[in-house]
C-alpha cells in the first residue's frame, strides 16, 4: 500500500481518537452541569406557565400586600428603581447605537 495512504489513515485513526476523548471530556462536564441545567429549564417552564395563567401573579401579590403591608411597598419602591435603571440603560445603549 502507498506510504502516503497508511500515513492518511493513521492520521485519521489518531483524529477519530481525539475526537473521542474530547466527546467523553465534554459529556462528563455537561454531566456535572446537569442540576443547574434542569434549574433553568423549571424556570423557564415557570414563566411559561405564569405567562399562560396571570392571575396566580395578582393572586399571590394580593396575598403579599394582605400579611406584610410594608414588605410589598419595600418590594415596589425596589422595584420601581429597577424598572428605571433598565430603561435608562435601554436609552444609553441605544445612544451608543449598541
Given at each position: 500500500?502507498?506510504?502516503?495512504?497508511?500515513?492518511?489513515?493513521?492520521?485519521?485513526?489518531?483524529?477519530?481518537?481525539?475526537?473521542?476523548?474530547?466527546?467523553?471530556?465534554?459529556?462528563?462536564?455537561?454531566?456535572?452541569?446537569?442540576?443547574?441545567?434542569?434549574?433553568?429549564?423549571?424556570?423557564?417552564?415557570?414563566?411559561?406557565?405564569?405567562?399562560?395563567?396571570?392571575?396566580?401573579?395578582?393572586?399571590?401579590?394580593?396575598?403579599?400586600?394582605?400579611?406584610?403591608?410594608?414588605?410589598?411597598?419595600?418590594?415596589?419602591?425596589?422595584?420601581w428603581v429597577g424598572w428605571r435603571l433598565v430603561r435608562s440603560a435601554r436609552r444609553l445603549l441605544r445612544?451608543?447605537?449598541?
Amino acid at each position: 500500500m502507498n506510504p502516503q495512504l497508511l500515513e492518511i489513515h493513521a492520521r485519521r485513526a489518531r483524529l477519530v481518537a481525539q475526537a473521542d476523548r474530547e466527546r467523553e471530556t465534554a459529556v462528563r462536564a455537561l454531566d456535572d452541569l446537569a442540576p443547574a441545567l434542569r434549574l433553568g429549564e423549571h424556570a423557564v417552564q415557570a414563566v411559561r406557565y405564569l405567562r399562560a395563567h396571570p392571575h396566580w401573579i395578582v393572586v399571590a401579590v394580593v396575598a403579599t400586600a394582605a400579611l406584610r403591608p410594608r414588605g410589598v411597598l419595600r418590594l415596589a419602591s425596589r422595584a420601581w428603581v429597577g424598572w428605571r435603571l433598565v430603561r435608562s440603560a435601554r436609552r444609553l445603549l441605544r445612544t451608543l447605537g449598541v
